[in-house]
C-alpha cells in the first residue's frame, strides 16, 4: 500500500523501480498493492536516451530493506524489471 512521508519517519528506504512511464509506475504500484506491500513513491530525475542523453522525470519506487526482495520477486513476476539490489540488503 503507498504510505504519505510521514508513515516512514526516521526509516531507511531502498530503491525497488524506476517507472519511466505512468503506465509502468501504476501497474508497478497495483502489483505492490495487490500483495500488501508498503511502498513509497517519489517524482525525482534520471538520464535517459543513448544517442541523446537528456534529464527525464520518472516515479521511483522505494520499500523497506526487508521488503526488498520479496517486493522485487512480485516486480519480476509481473514482467518488470526492479532496480539492482541495494547494497544494504
Known amino acids: 500500500m503507498r504510505r504519505e512521508p510521514e508513515f516512514w519517519g526516521d526509516r531507511p528506504l531502498d530503491l525497488l523501480f524506476i517507472g519511466k512511464k ?3 509506475a501504476l501497474a508497478v504500484e ?3 498493492t495487490d500483495a500488501g506491500v508498503d511502498y513509497a513513491v517519489e517524482v525525482d ?3 535517459g536516451g543513448l544517442l541523446f542523453r537528456s534529464e527525464r522525470a520518472g ?3 522505494y520499500v523497506e530493506p ?3 526482495d520479496r517486493a522485487a520477486r512480485l516486480v519480476s ?3 518488470y524489471r526492479p532496480a539492482e539490489r541495494p547494497a544494504s540488503v
Open 22 to 24: 505512468l503506465a509502468e
Open 30 to 32: 497495483k502489483i505492490l
Open 45 to 47: 530525475y534520471y538520464v
Open 59 to 61: 516515479a521511483f519506487v
Open 66 to 68: 526487508s521488503d526488498w
Open 77 to 79: 513476476e509481473g514482467g
